[in-house]
């Protein structure tokens, strides 16, 4: 199946300095099928230079030239020029995570959602913090999303445009675009107006983007209370109005909390010592081997390995896991069967079998299942001979799918040289593979042992 087009939007003005950092993680992308559409807003330094030159090195860059109009106007061309499916933006001194455009464009594919909107990553100096509201992954109608944005109105999470995934149809079907005329909120006017004719929200528990807290923007000014005030004030009338047609006869119910937008200052968070993380430190990444110009069977088996455990890495910290955690949960997929409840069970002889095939100690075992069994990942029970009944729950089957896609995603990158019908009678090949090694099993560990956890 074909990748929809995803449309990046990136304005720029004077920023020599840091657009290639930011050019560099889009075309970085695991996610292949974008188009990059960077404004050169009159820059007057070597901008405009350094983005034709990504054009002529990548087609799927598109370089439009302008004189200085601001942000708003700049964005505005990009829509016009935009020709995805799905639209992103990102601002010219920040940058993506590797990672970003795949797992909201999964997610808008997977939800059927017209928004997907994403944590991000707050960077100061050299730390970083995760910043995000909703607390779960859930999907949403209108009234339920907006509920969650009147209980902080002015957090970044809701009023930027570059943790979020837009559907270009409702953007064009609704002419949506930027107020040139506000210098100020006009992305959380944008946002409010591409609100009102979505239907459905999904929250994203992965931070997509890396967003640079600039000294002298409006988040360090908003601690003036007045000055946010005088402001805001002009973008309340919109956002009042948002809320009496969202919420109609109900409107009474949360109008004290609308008007709290009022004394709310506009905020990203904040990047302490003890909450935050060193950057470059944030995510799991491949180390730098000598072992990839190596050939044999080891170093092939080792790549691969470390391809797969760098895609369940991430897998894990996408949903607050640990890689061992995600790895006993694949276990416990892996050896489950359907009952008449409808639910995945799988049966194990005793902690010391799990323990092996997941390379850990027993003791280490015990204590992740507790804890997945606690953050309700699974249940399970244990049999006076020490047998040990698992069921999978709701949110382990949802980290499985994902862990499953990372599988995938790595067998992708490792086949990546090989046709449609070549991957799929590489695939033929590992299954035949596969069932030799399961006969080979029963043979030398005992058919007793194997009975009922091996299937053909």
């Not at 069977?297 to 369940?312: A, H, V």
């Not at 280490?364 to 804890?371: E, G, K, Q, T, V």
């Not at 699974?378 to 994902?402: P, Y």
């Given at each position: 199946?074909?990748?929809?087009?995803?449309?990046?939007?990136?304005p720029?003005?004077?920023?020599?300095?840091?657009?290639?950092?930011?050019?560099?993680?889009?075309?970085?992308?695991?996610?292949?099928?974008?188009e990059?559409?960077?404004?050169?807003?009159g820059?007057?330094?070597?901008?405009?230079?350094?983005?034709?030159?990504?054009?002529?090195?990548?087609?799927?860059?598109?370089?439009?030239?302008?004189?200085?109009?601001?942000?708003?106007?700049?964005?505005?061309?990009?829509?016009?020029?935009?020709?995805?499916?799905?639209?992103?933006?990102?601002?010219?001194?920040?940058?993506?995570?590797?990672?970003?455009?795949k797992?909201?464009?999964r997610?808008?594919?997977?939800?059927?959602?017209?928004?997907?909107?994403?944590?991000?990553?707050?960077?100061?100096?050299t730390?970083?913090?995760?910043?995000?509201?909703?607390?779960d992954?859930?999907?949403?109608?209108?009234?339920?999303?907006?509920?969650?944005?009147?209980e902080n109105?002015?957090?970044?999470?809701?009023?930027?445009?570059?943790?979020?995934?837009?559907?270009?149809?409702?953007i064009?079907?609704?002419?949506?675009?930027?107020?040139?005329?506000?210098?100020?909120?006009?992305?959380?006017?944008?946002?409010?107006?591409?609100?009102?004719?979505?239907?459905t929200?999904?929250?994203?528990?992965?931070?997509?983007?890396?967003?640079?807290?600039?000294?002298?923007?409006?988040?360090?000014?908003?601690?003036?209370?007045?000055?946010?005030?005088?402001?805001?004030?002009?973008?309340?009338?919109?956002?009042?109005?948002?809320?009496?047609?969202?919420y109609?006869?109900?409107?009474?119910?949360?109008?004290?909390?609308?008007?709290?937008?009022?004394?709310d200052?506009?905020?990203?968070?904040?990047?302490?010592?003890?909450?935050?993380?060193?950057?470059?430190?944030?995510?799991?990444?491949?180390?730098?081997?000598?072992?990839?110009?190596?050939?044999?069977?080891?170093?092939?088996?080792?790549?691969?390995?470390?391809?797969?455990?760098?895609?369940?890495?991430?897998t894990?910290?996408?949903?607050?896991?640990?890689k061992?955690?995600?790895i006993?949960?694949?276990?416990?997929?892996?050896?489950?069967?359907?009952?008449?409840?409808?639910?995945?069970?799988?049966?194990f002889?005793?902690?010391?079998?799990?323990?092996?095939?997941?390379?850990?100690s027993?003791q280490?075992?015990?204590?992740?299942?507790?804890?997945l069994k606690?953050l309700?990942?699974?249940?399970?029970?244990?049999?006076?001979?020490?047998?040990?009944?698992?069921?999978?729950?709701?949110?382990?089957?949802?980290?499985?799918?994902?862990?499953y896609?990372?599988?995938?995603?790595?067998?992708?990158?490792?086949s990546?040289?090989?046709s449609?019908d070549?991957?799929a009678?590489?695939?033929?090949?590992?299954h035949?593979?596969?069932?030799?090694?399961?006969?080979?099993?029963?043979?030398?560990?005992?058919?007793?042992?194997?009975?009922?956890?091996?299937?053909?």
């Open positions: 199946m074909t990748e929809p087009l995803v449309s990046i939007i990136v720029a003005y004077n920023s020599e300095k840091y657009i290639g950092r930011c050019i560099d993680s889009i075309l970085g992308q695991e996610y292949k099928n974008i990059l559409i960077a404004i050169d807003d820059s007057a330094d070597k901008t405009g230079q350094i983005l034709d030159e990504y054009a002529a090195s990548d087609g799927r860059v598109r370089v439009f030239h302008r004189e200085n109009a601001g942000v708003s106007a700049s964005r505005n061309l990009g829509l016009d020029m935009a020709r995805g499916k799905y639209i992103e933006f990102s601002d010219s001194d920040d940058w993506l995570t590797s990672d970003a455009t797992l909201l464009v997610a808008a594919e997977d939800k059927a959602s017209d928004m997907i909107i994403a944590d991000f990553y707050r960077v100061m100096g730390r970083l913090s995760v910043k995000g509201d909703i607390d992954e859930r999907l949403m109608d209108r009234v339920e999303f907006a509920s969650f944005m009147v109105p002015a957090d970044y999470y809701y009023g930027v445009l570059w943790n979020k995934l837009y559907r270009r149809d409702i064009e079907r609704h002419k949506i675009r930027m107020d040139v005329m506000t210098n100020w909120c006009e992305d959380f006017l944008f946002n409010l107006e591409y609100i009102r004719f979505a239907e929200f999904y929250s994203l528990k992965s931070p997509v983007y890396y967003y640079v807290h600039r000294r002298g923007s409006l988040v360090s000014q908003g601690s003036n209370i007045g000055n946010t005030i005088k402001m805001k004030i002009n973008v309340f009338e919109y956002y009042n109005k948002f809320y009496r047609d969202v109609a006869d109900d409107y009474d119910d949360i109008k004290s909390k609308v008007r709290r937008f009022l004394i200052s506009a905020g990203d968070g904040f990047v302490t010592p003890a909450g935050s993380t060193k950057l470059g430190e944030e995510r799991i990444t491949l180390p730098g081997l000598n072992v990839y110009g190596a050939d044999g069977i080891i170093p092939s088996i080792y790549r691969f390995d470390k391809i797969f455990s760098y895609d369940i890495s991430q894990a910290s996408h949903r607050h896991m640990t061992k955690e995600v006993l949960l694949l276990l416990f997929r892996d050896f489950c069967s359907r009952d008449v409840s409808s639910r995945d069970v799988g049966s002889d005793s902690i010391n079998e799990i323990a092996s095939m997941t390379d850990m027993s280490r075992a015990s204590l992740l299942i507790s804890r606690r309700e990942y699974i249940s399970s029970t244990t049999d006076e001979d020490g047998k040990i009944t698992v069921t999978l729950l709701e949110k382990g089957a949802e980290a499985t799918e994902d862990a896609r990372a599988f995938a995603d790595s067998f992708d990158v490792c990546k040289e090989l449609e070549e991957k009678e590489l695939k033929a090949i590992l035949k593979l596969d069932r030799g090694a399961k006969e080979y099993l029963k043979l030398t560990a005992g058919k007793e042992f194997w009975q009922g956890t091996l299937s053909e």
